[in-house]
């Protein structure tokens, strides 16, 4: 990992820390191309059980680094090269979204624009009670990047999407745990501890199982009845045929708790 973007493992889980506190981890090239880096990477890892993202300091992130972009930004670039450049970037977050890991964001502080984007694709969000949201892009002239349009509108409706994108408010924790735009709200103090404990029943979870879950919940979201049966029979099928569901089998027939493997 370079120095924008720290990496560390505990037992399964590995956090991912955007590492610019004194821009409020502001992403730039480097930090976006570790990050598709180390998620690609991880989700091929069978050590790796759980992803957990989050930032430096005091802020989760303040989304795409506008000093600098503003310094320096080549209005002469075509627009095809341009758009090619973002495209490729905004990788991480369907990264983050599908990778067959649970990814959990851990934010305190400002998490704005694609930083929230960020947050917004991972499968849980946990929110220190200093948290604040914005999408920020048309704050700064811009309509939005890093699917957050997409994220935000499946997670709280299209109603509550297009008022936080076309007024740019800012939102804090309790606001946004009301209308489901984040999992749980903790006090700042107690936010690693909290965020850990659930990264920690998860690691010590079904790993293949939690995979296929993850993929039927994400066909869901834009996939018809029918291909969703089709996909719930093959995945429900395939997981009862793993170490991990037979022995969860005996450990509700012996009224113990069950010891996965991840196999």
């Given at each position: ?127 220190s009670d200093t948290t604040k949201f914005t999408t920020a892009f ?126």
């Open positions: 990992m370079s120095k924008v973007l720290l990496e560390s493992a505990d037992n399964g889980v590995v956090t991912i820390t955007m590492n610019r506190p004194e821009a409020l981890n502001a992403l730039n090239r480097d930090m976006l191309d570790d990050m598709s880096a180390a998620v690609t990477r991880l989700a091929a890892d069978p050590t790796a059980r759980v992803i957990v993202l989050t930032g430096a300091g005091r802020g989760f992130c303040a989304g795409g680094d506008v000093k600098n972009m503003n310094a320096t930004s080549d209005d002469a670039l075509p627009l095809s090269e341009r758009t090619r450049t973002l495209r490729q970037r905004m990788e991480v977050s369907r990264l983050l979204h599908e990778t067959p890991k649970p990814t959990i964001a851990m934010m305190r502080g400002p998490a704005a624009g694609a930083g929230m984007s960020l947050a917004l694709a991972c499968d849980l969000r946990i929110a048309a704050r700064v002239g811009l309509s939005g990047d890093f699917g957050g349009s997409y994220f935000l509108t499946q997670l709280v409706g299209t109603a509550k999407a297009r008022e936080m994108y076309l007024l740019s408010d800012i939102v804090g924790a309790a606001e946004a745990l009301s209308f489901n735009l984040v999992t749980r709200v903790v006090p700042d103090t107690a936010l690693e501890a909290e965020t850990h404990a659930i990264a920690r029943r998860l690691a010590d979870g079904p790993a293949i199982t939690l995979g296929y879950i993850k993929k039927n919940l994400n066909a869901a979201e834009s996939g018809s009845l029918s291909e969703l049966f089709d996909m719930e029979a093959t995945h429900h099928s395939a997981t009862s045929l793993t170490e991990d569901h037979k022995e969860a089998a005996r450990a509700f027939v012996e009224k113990r708790p069950p010891v996965y493997k991840g196999r």
